[in-house]
């Protein structure tokens, strides 16, 4: 009995040092997706299903950053060498991004300003850091790969990123007394870059789209991004039109706030059939099958980015019509959380299951 206790407390040890030497960068996709569908839930006075997605993100949060910490201690090597992969190392992105949510749901879900603050700082810091370390790092690489093996839909997580880091600082800076005009100078220099960076990037990935062979296996879930990160860019842009009463400087920029609110809100619009038709070809000509995989949540955040975004729109454009799009979009991006949910969750038990024995 003792020693098939051991052998599954080594075998659980084992699943831990591997998972934790093979964790994707791009994990805190699992936090950005929980954390917006919870504030679209909040919105649309779901509040249980707030209130359990908001205790079960700060699980995630908190779990995940054990286990990137782990990693960087004991598996430096991997670590590094993610972050200079132009494949992957975007995915880092996801966690200044997941850090902003976290924030932007203690001020929705529990009005606290102070915790939205340090969680403001934080992604600042990791933004900081990330921006200048994954760009300088493939940019001076002497092996790269072509065009179609680096670039993919993951590379729009810098875009959210530097968004939802805007986001977060429109949303505190009255709390910032008076600092609160370089703050917002702040966020909306930080909306700006996010703008040109998309712009950049998605040029790309359009390119490799539609001028290199696709295999269906390649069309991953991480392309959703590619709508998601127009969503985040209309909720950032939503709320700088909000706040623009607050500070001149913003409200002599309405007309150009505004406009660019509806383009990405429109071209956001313009990617979501395109995507479900690809992602269909993706499933039905490549034969294969729905299996869990890290990167499905890659596609809940931009479900449930563009419910909230479109909200916010709403509100502050003044576009009542507009309001059915969320009050079915919510549904889907609540259905597509409990699909890859309930796919992580047989994942775990998998993993456990000898261990259990």
């Given at each position: 009995m003792n020693f098939v206790k051991k052998e599954s407390l080594n075998h659980f040890i084992h699943v831990v040092k591997l998972g934790t030497k093979n964790l994707l960068p791009s994990y805190f996709a699992l936090v950005m997706a929980t954390g917006i569908v919870s504030i679209a839930a909040f919105r649309f006075q779901m509040w249980l299903i707030a209130e359990t997605l908001f205790i079960l993100n700060w699980c995630f949060y908190t779990v995940l950053a054990i286990f990137f910490l782990l990693r960087l201690i004991f598996y430096r090597k991997e670590f590094l060498s993610d972050i200079s992969n132009h494949a992957k190392g975007a995915g880092f992105f996801t966690v200044v991004a997941g850090t902003c949510i976290i924030g932007s749901q203690?001020?929705?879900?529990?009005?606290?300003?102070?915790?939205?603050?340090?969680?403001?700082?934080?992604?600042?810091?990791?933004?900081?850091?990330?921006?200048?370390?994954?760009?300088?790092?493939?940019?001076?690489?002497?092996?790269?790969?072509?065009?179609?093996?680096?670039?993919?839909?993951?590379?729009?997580?810098?875009?959210?990123?530097t968004q939802a880091v805007s986001v977060l600082g429109t949303l505190i800076a009255n709390h910032f007394g008076i600092l609160k005009e370089i703050i917002l100078f702040s966020a909306l220099c930080l909306f700006l870059i996010g703008t040109i960076l998309y712009f950049l990037i998605i040029t790309l990935i359009f390119y490799r789209l539609t001028f290199f062979r696709m295999q269906a296996?390649?069309?991953?879930?991480?392309?959703?991004?590619?709508?998601?990160?127009?969503?985040?860019?209309?909720?950032?842009?939503?709320?700088?039109?909000?706040?623009?009463?607050?500070?001149?400087?913003?409200?002599?920029?309405?007309?150009?706030?505004k406009g660019t609110t509806i383009l990405f809100w429109a071209m956001g619009t313009w990617w979501i059939p395109l995507i479900v038709?690809?992602?269909?070809?993706?499933?039905?000509?490549?034969?294969?099958?729905?299996?869990?995989?890290?990167?499905?949540?890659?596609?809940?955040?931009?479900?449930?980015?563009?419910?909230?975004?479109?909200?916010?729109?709403?509100?502050?454009?003044?576009?009542?019509?507009?309001?059915?799009?969320?009050?079915?979009?919510?549904?889907?991006?609540?259905?597509?959380?409990?699909?890859?949910?309930?796919?992580?969750?047989?994942?775990?038990?998998?993993?456990?299951?000898p261990f259990a024995v």
């Open positions: 203690f001020i929705v879900l529990r009005h606290d300003f102070g915790i939205a603050k340090v969680s403001w700082v934080i992604a600042i810091i990791f933004w900081l850091a990330l921006v200048y370390t994954f760009f300088a790092a493939i940019t001076i690489q002497r092996q790269k790969p072509t065009l179609e093996e680096g670039i993919n839909g993951i590379w729009l997580v810098s875009v959210v990123a296996d390649e069309f991953a879930p991480p392309y959703w991004i590619n709508m998601g990160a127009l969503a985040v860019s209309v909720l950032a842009n939503s709320h700088l039109v909000m706040v623009a009463p607050q500070w001149q400087f913003l409200e002599e920029i309405i007309p150009f706030l038709i690809l992602s269909a070809w993706r499933h039905i000509s490549g034969q294969l099958r729905l299996v869990y995989h890290p990167q499905y949540w890659g596609m809940v955040f931009p479900l449930g980015m563009y419910t909230v975004a479109t909200l916010q729109m709403v509100e502050a454009l003044k576009l009542p019509f507009l309001t059915i799009v969320p009050s079915v979009f919510i549904y889907i991006a609540l259905s597509a959380w409990l699909l890859t949910f309930v796919g992580l969750l047989r994942q775990i038990g998998r993993a456990l299951k």
